[in-house]
């Protein structure tokens, strides 16, 4: 589908002012608009976030109870029984706690319920597994299915549908809840836990230095939830990957050289480097193996446990190689497809290849994606992967199937069922994304483009001056720009069949380099014609050399 790509618009009396104040690049302020943010203190804050910028604790609802809970708890010397949902957002709020409490007197027990189980009542299962032991619980990115709660209980999440009163001797925190009115609702789940260990820091006079070394692993756990990276998120994911890029723990930083993590660090190579190594384990039901990296302090340690997760690593893409070939073949034989939405079904796959199926098949074909293979307890697992603006969860709290079949967050949810399930939900999946899409179908053909810029103002000083919008992640998307009437100079060529390495000019700027992934296709016709471009940027090093890379997103040819 060719995309119409339209300028987000401004006020421009609300640049006028932000030029004036900050005395900052027109565009810059634009960008700054369009993201609402038309105050210049509110631009400082934005542009240069400091701790002061995080939230009161107190405004947090339940978050003052718990911090007092605990207290009560290390007071006591009562065990805390830690729970947390088996992804990365989840893992790393028990793993903070633990780094936190290492050098303590303070008792921990854990329980990490199987991402491939027979359901997702994760809830149900923790406190199936809690300990006889007088305890205090902490559960991490699951919430209550039903009414029934066991008593002395911390347990946090993020959901805006869902609503649970606190009770006596329970806390829920819930930031995500409307009726909270929390000024940061998009706060993951382990920046919840960050926050109870600053205050419970606060309140001992522990030193900040100890809780906020902890930030890179919190900003592992934003990034993998795929939360928005605004408000408090942007602030610990910054300073995170700061800490990440310029003073990691011995830990940290031997997982830096391990997965060639370049500084400084930004979101996508975090992602792409770093959390997914991390998820390597998790994959394969491992997580005893993620546990015994996060605590152990001698290198020998380290080494051994990384290079069985490198072996994690091979062994996988090694499936992947084998496997995305005969998934492309589903695809191209019409399995169960619809416009904007593919479920491909093959019991063969093992269930930790569904996720990373789905992502590429949403990636290359832009459509809602479900992998579905068997699972070893008979049922169906499954996994789907959504674009940004599809909130998954959503769509499966619109099916008709059993309790506890699903897990997820906004655009990637796993699930889980008997077989007998699995023409229905194929009926139902196509009915109501075949009905929400052909309401947003305009949407979906609209690239939104922030600013159009000529090539010779893209300087290395204008990216370092846009870095300061950085990190860049859902709801912070990185900027997307246009260029008008540019040139092919002769060294434009096909990358890896189907993608397109381009070498661009514009009157007499400097000579731009791009990589259009997927766009191939373009290539005989740049080469007779001017042409537009769109793109977001990146700085790359080439031959020891700072420079520029334009990741182009779509072409349009010039007509004459």
């Not at 020998?300 to 995305?324: L, S």
């Not at 949407?443 to 919008?469: G, M, R």
């Amino acid at each position: 589908m060719s995309k119409k790509w339209l300028i987000h618009p401004v006020e421009n009396e609300d640049v006028d002012l932000l030029k004036k104040e900050l005395e900052l690049n027109p565009i810059l302020c634009q960008l700054l608009v369009q993201r609402g943010i038309t105050d210049p203190n509110d631009a400082k804050s934005f542009l240069a976030p400091t701790f002061e910028d995080l939230i009161d604790p107190d405004q947090l609802s339940g978050l003052t109870s718990a911090v007092a809970q605990i207290q009560s708890a290390v007071d006591n010397e009562k065990l805390l029984y830690i729970a947390c949902s088996p992804d990365l957002d989840g893992i790393l709020s028990l793993i903070i706690f633990k780094r936190f409490f290492a050098d303590s007197k303070v008792k921990i027990k854990q329980f990490i319920p199987h991402i491939f189980g027979p359901d997702f009542d994760f809830y149900g299962q923790a406190l199936a597994n809690a300990p006889e032991e007088d305890h205090l619980m902490i559960g991490f990115g699951f919430s209550p299915i039903g009414e029934e709660t066991a008593a002395n209980q911390i347990v946090c999440f993020n959901n805006a549908s869902i609503e649970i009163k606190n009770q006596e001797n329970v806390t829920f925190i819930n930031p995500g809840d409307v009726k909270n009115k929390y000024a940061s609702p998009e706060l993951s789940v382990v920046g919840v836990a960050y926050k109870m260990l600053a205050a419970y820091a606060k309140n001992n006079e522990i030193s900040e230095e100890k809780h906020q070394a902890l930030l890179p692993y919190v900003s592992m756990g934003i990034l993998d939830s795929n939360a928005k990276i605004t408000g408090e998120n942007r602030i610990l994911v910054h300073f995170g990957n700061k800490i990440l890029g310029e003073n990691p723990d011995e830990l940290l930083a031997h997982l830096v050289k391990t997965t060639r993590l370049e500084s400084p660090v930004s979101c996508k190579s975090l992602r792409v480097k770093l959390i997914q190594f991390l998820n390597m384990p998790l994959l394969y039901s491992d997580c005893a193996l993620l546990d015994e990296l996060f605590m152990t302090t001698k290198v020998n340690k380290m080494e051994a446990t990384t290079e069985k997760m490198v072996a994690y690593r091979t062994q996988f893409f090694e499936e992947m190689r084998e496997t995305m070939p005969e998934a492309m073949r589903m695809y191209d034989r019409g399995s169960s497809i619809t416009r904007f939405g593919l479920i491909i079904y093959n019991p063969k796959w093992a269930p930790y290849l569904a996720p990373r199926i789905a992502n590429n098949l949403m990636e290359k074909l832009n459509r809602v994606v479900m992998v579905v293979t068997n699972n070893q307890d008979g049922k169906v697992y499954g996994y789907g992967k959504s674009y940004s603006g599809y909130d998954l969860v959503k769509h499966f709290e619109n099916l008709d199937l059993i309790p506890n079949s699903f897990f997820g967050k906004e655009d990637q949810v796993s699930f889980s069922f008997s077989k007998q399930h699995l023409d229905p939900f194929r009926e139902q999946f196509t009915e109501l994304i075949q009905d929400h899409f052909n309401k947003e179908e305009n949407q979906l053909a609209e690239l939104c483009v922030n600013a159009p810029i000529d090539l010779k103002e893209l300087t290395l000083d204008f990216f370092h001056s846009l870095s300061q919008f950085a990190p860049f992640g859902p709801g912070n998307i990185s900027p997307i720009f246009q260029t008008d009437n540019v040139k092919d100079t002769g060294n434009s060529r096909l990358l890896g069949g189907d993608h397109l390495s381009m070498v661009v000019k514009q009157g007499r700027a400097p000579e731009q380099f791009g990589i259009g992934f997927g766009l191939g296709k373009f290539l005989p016709k740049i080469q007779k014609s001017k042409f537009d471009i769109c793109y977001t940027i990146e700085e790359q090093k080439v031959n020891g050399k700072q420079s520029l890379r334009l990741n182009v997103k779509g072409i349009k040819i010039r007509t004459k």
